[in-house]
């Protein structure tokens, strides 16, 4: 599979899963927005039935103390002084049969027109009853009206009375959470707070006008409050919470296999490439070998004992090279395994790094190169294995010498110094091709090898620079890189000073 292919699903996943992460939460912030609608409205409602409940207690029962007062001064019902019941009621005399003068139906139509004449009366005074008891109580009410408004708002007020309406309207609207609530004056001045009063969650509060009937100056309000609001209102996204954070997983765990994917795509590359240099590394000593052992067993060829100690200085050579190229895949075999044991001297590292450069400045020479060395390190002298130590050095001026440039002759410095008074550094800078920023990050992974494009002489199995940063790693030391495509790369080690 293609990287791009590899990339371009990886893009497709993450905005698949981002989008529904972003689906999510707005569908979260859509419910917790639309239960806040639901429950300030409710606590609204709640406010105003409270509110009238309040008013109307206090409006009965100023009514029913007037009323009993004007009920005590007046009797039970006020009729006008004209009115008598004497003069609706029928003469005893028009109802005696002994009455002989009479005929029958005479006096049954004189007896029917004044029935009909007392029902009017009747219904004459009674509406003129009414309309006076309406009169009388359309005075006590505005008399209750005015009375209650003289009073001070913490006269009319019943703090439990207040609570009790407030508890039952928000039952009723099915808000079961506890509250809190203060009254206050239209002047702002505080008349009560409940007892368990708490500043905690106070936002958001609601307010509700007291007695509005009242003129504006004896008006009063009450402000309520719930702690636990929000956690009531965001407890709607405890149902998306969890969907969320499985998508969250979903997708850590969808990149990391793409990672894994891709990783182990670049290992396999990694690994093929060692493979074919390896083959590459053991075909060509392989080869000299086989070469001079046929020269050896030909018996046409004349051979002196010149011939036979260059052949035998060939074989020998090849066969160290083989030896040399087997031990490096043994050692970083050892290294994963962590079986390698290291043999910490004192050693003086300027001695060593002029020891090297010393023979590698043989191989330099040979093909035009310069190789320069600064010793200024002051204290050389570090806890190390000789060998590893020595090879580490070798190692960077053998890259330095593969990866030179064609159309400019090698140029190498070598600069030992020291780091304050606690650490040893060598840095080894050439003039060669560079390596690209995003290659530079790499450059220490097994099997990897920077493409030299055009250049097919670069030979080895890409262990080098794993070996040397190992090996600075088990020093308790650091290694860093630098480079500059097109002109040459530097490398710095930094290992710790001998405590002796």
Same mark, same amino acid.
């Given at each position: 599979?293609?990287?791009?292919?590899?990339?371009?699903?990886?893009? #497709?996943?993450?905005?698949?899963?981002?989008?529904?992460?972003?689906?999510?939460?707005?569908?979260?912030?859509?419910?917790?927005?639309?239960?806040?609608?639901?429950?300030?409205?409710?606590?609204?409602?709640?406010?105003?039935?409270?509110?009238?409940?309040?008013?109307?207690?206090?409006?009965?029962?100023?009514?029913?103390?007037?009323?009993?007062?004007?009920?005590?001064?007046?009797?039970?019902?006020?009729?006008?002084?004209? +009115?008598?019941?004497?003069?609706?009621?029928?003469?005893?005399?028009?109802?005696?049969?002994?009455? =002989?003068?009479?005929?029958?139906?005479?006096?049954?139509?004189?007896?029917?027109?004044?029935?009909?004449?007392?029902?009017?009366?009747?219904?004459?005074?009674?509406?003129?009853?009414?309309?006076?008891?309406? =009169?009388?109580?359309?005075?006590?009410?505005?008399?209750?009206?005015?009375?209650?408004?003289?009073?001070?708002?913490?006269?009319?007020?019943?703090?439990?009375?207040?609570?009790?309406?407030?508890?039952?309207?928000?039952?009723? $609207?099915?808000?079961?959470?506890?509250?809190?609530?203060?009254?206050?004056?239209?002047?702002?001045?505080?008349?009560?707070?409940?007892?368990?009063?708490?500043?905690?969650?106070?936002?958001?509060?609601?307010?509700?006008?007291?007695?509005?009937?009242?003129?504006?100056?004896?008006? =009063?309000?009450?402000?309520?409050?719930?702690?636990?609001?929000?956690?009531?209102?965001?407890?709607?996204?405890?149902?998306?919470?969890?969907?969320?954070?499985?998508?969250?997983?979903?997708?850590?765990?969808?990149?990391?296999?793409?990672?894994?994917?891709?990783?182990? %795509?670049?290992?396999?590359?990694?690994?093929?490439?060692?493979?074919? $240099?390896?083959?590459?590394?053991? %075909?060509?000593?392989?080869?000299?070998?086989?070469?001079?052992?046929?020269?050896?067993?030909?018996?046409?060829?004349?051979?002196?004992?010149?011939?036979?100690?260059?052949?035998?200085?060939?074989?020998?050579?090849?066969?160290?090279?083989?030896?040399?190229?087997?031990?490096? #895949?043994?050692?970083?075999?050892?290294?994963?395994?962590?079986?390698?044991?290291?043999?910490?001297?004192?050693?003086?590292?300027?001695?060593?790094?002029?020891?090297?450069?010393?023979?590698?400045?043989?191989?330099?020479?040979?093909?035009?190169?310069?190789?320069?060395?600064?010793?200024?390190?002051?204290?050389?002298?570090? $806890?190390?294995?000789?060998?590893?130590?020595? $090879?580490?050095? +070798?190692?960077?001026?053998?890259?330095?010498?593969?990866?030179?440039?064609?159309?400019?002759?090698?140029?190498?410095?070598?600069?030992?110094?020291?780091?304050?008074?606690?650490?040893?550094?060598?840095?080894?800078?050439?003039?060669?091709?560079?390596?690209?920023?995003?290659?530079? %990050?790499?450059?220490?992974?097994?099997?990897?090898?920077?493409?030299? &494009?055009?250049?097919?002489?670069?030979?080895? +199995? &890409?262990?080098?620079?794993?070996?040397?940063?190992?090996?600075?790693?088990?020093?308790?030391?650091?290694?860093?890189?630098?480079?500059?495509?097109?002109?040459?790369?530097?490398?710095?080690?930094?290992?710790?000073?001998?405590?002796?």
């Amino acid at each position: 599979m293609k990287r791009s292919y590899i990339w371009f699903i990886c893009l #497709v996943v993450c905005i698949a899963f981002v989008s529904l992460l972003y689906l999510q939460g707005r569908y979260a912030k859509e419910m917790i927005r639309m239960r806040q609608e639901q429950f300030s409205e409710n606590v609204l409602r709640s406010l105003d039935q409270a509110s009238r409940e309040l008013e109307k207690a206090e409006t009965f029962r100023y009514l029913q103390k007037v009323l009993n007062e004007h009920e005590a001064e007046n009797g039970r019902m006020i009729l006008p002084d004209s +009115f008598r019941m004497s003069d609706y009621m029928l003469p005893l005399d028009t109802l005696s049969p002994s009455s =002989g003068n009479m005929s029958l139906g005479s006096l049954t139509m004189n007896r029917y027109n004044k029935v009909a004449e007392t029902i009017s009366n009747l219904q004459k005074h009674a509406r003129e009853a009414y309309l006076y008891e309406q =009169g009388v109580l359309d005075e006590v009410i505005l008399a209750v009206l005015y009375t209650a408004s003289e009073q001070r708002l913490q006269d009319r007020l019943n703090p439990a009375i207040l609570d009790g309406y407030l508890r039952n309207s928000l039952q009723a $609207n099915g808000i079961t959470l506890p509250f809190h609530f203060i009254v206050y004056t239209s002047d702002g001045r505080e008349v009560y707070r409940c007892e368990d009063y708490t500043e905690e969650g106070k936002d958001p509060s609601y307010q509700q006008t007291l007695f509005r009937s009242d003129p504006t100056g004896q008006m =009063g309000t009450v402000v309520i409050h719930f702690p636990d609001q929000k956690q009531f209102i965001r407890g709607v996204a405890n149902y998306v919470a969890p969907a969320m954070g499985f998508t969250i997983i979903l997708l850590i765990t969808s990149l990391l296999t793409i990672y894994l994917v891709v990783r182990q %795509k670049r290992i396999s590359e990694m690994k093929n490439d060692f493979v074919h $240099n390896m083959t590459h590394e053991f %075909k060509t000593p392989i080869s000299t070998i086989s070469i001079a052992a046929q020269m050896l067993a030909d018996k046409t060829v004349n051979k002196s004992e010149a011939t036979y100690e260059r052949l035998g200085n060939v074989i020998d050579g090849e066969t160290r090279r083989l030896r040399y190229q087997v031990e490096k #895949v043994l050692q970083m075999s050892l290294f994963d395994n962590n079986n390698i044991a290291l043999k910490m001297q004192e050693l003086d590292a300027n001695e060593i790094t002029e020891n090297v450069v010393d023979t590698f400045s043989l191989k330099v020479s040979q093909i035009g190169g310069t190789l320069d060395m600064r010793l200024e390190a002051y204290n050389p002298f570090i $806890n190390a294995d000789e060998m590893h130590f020595t $090879n580490i050095i +070798f190692n960077l001026l053998d890259n330095a010498f593969k990866y030179r440039r064609e159309d400019e002759p090698l140029s190498i410095e070598v600069h030992t110094f020291n780091q304050g008074e606690t650490h040893f550094c060598i840095s080894i800078a050439d003039n060669g091709i560079g390596i690209q920023k995003d290659n530079l %990050k790499r450059i220490f992974d097994k099997f990897y090898r920077v493409h030299t &494009g055009d250049q097919h002489n670069v030979k080895g +199995f &890409g262990l080098g620079l794993a070996y040397v940063q190992k090996m600075v790693e088990l020093h308790h030391g650091t290694i860093k890189a630098s480079s500059e495509p097109g002109k040459g790369t530097k490398f710095t080690i930094t290992i710790p000073l001998s405590k002796d």
